[in-house]
């Protein structure tokens, strides 16, 4: 199972720049400056976004490599708001908002209506888009030696 970890940067400069590490991997997260932020990565939000859409793209070549499909390239632009939730009948809050995502797959090759078809509903099977709508559960506990996470 995945195991990153994240850091705030204590630089003195900087407002919310985040250190990013996943096995011999190194990232930074941050927000833009518009958000009083440094813009020195991708938001969270885009990082989000980035997870979703490498997911589908890998899981749809995968798909296609295995039933010998000509699927030449994928790309996947997503985008991410925040919509109100009026036409809600059972919310309670008519002011509460969703979170919405778009997903629109571009497919390149020689491919059927049918296979077209069946790449669109295979994408809502990639394990991030799975683990996003089945609403995991995050547990919060305090380190008790910040030097030594859980594992």
């Known amino acids: 199972m995945p195991n990153v970890t994240v850091r705030y940067l204590d630089i003195e400069s900087l407002s919310f720049t985040q250190s990013l590490i996943a096995g011999t991997h190194a990232y930074y997260a941050d927000e833009p400056e518009a958000d009083d932020g440094d813009d020195l990565g991708p938001s969270p939000y885009e990082l989000l976004l980035w997870a979703l859409g490498a997911c589908t793209s890998m899981t749809l070549m995968m798909y296609a490599r295995r039933n010998g499909w000509d699927l030449r390239d994928v790309r996947i632009h997503l985008h991410h708001e925040r919509v109100h939730a009026a036409d809600c009948d059972n919310c309670?809050?008519?002011?509460?908002?969703?979170?919405?995502?778009?997903?629109?797959?571009?497919?390149?090759?020689?491919?059927?209506?049918?296979?077209?078809?069946?790449?669109?509903?295979?994408?809502?099977?990639?394990?991030?888009?799975?683990?996003?709508?089945?609403?995991?559960?995050?547990?919060?506990?305090?380190?008790?030696n910040l030097d030594q996470p859980h594992k």
Do not use: F, K, Y
Request: charged content about 35%; aromatic content about 0%; glycine content about 2%.
């Open 92 to 144: 309670e809050d008519t002011n509460a908002r969703l979170d919405r995502i778009e997903r629109v797959i571009t497919l390149e090759g020689d491919l059927t209506a049918e296979q077209r078809a069946r790449l669109l509903a295979i994408a809502s099977r990639c394990p991030v888009h799975r683990t996003i709508q089945s609403r995991p559960v995050v547990v919060d506990r305090l380190a008790d």
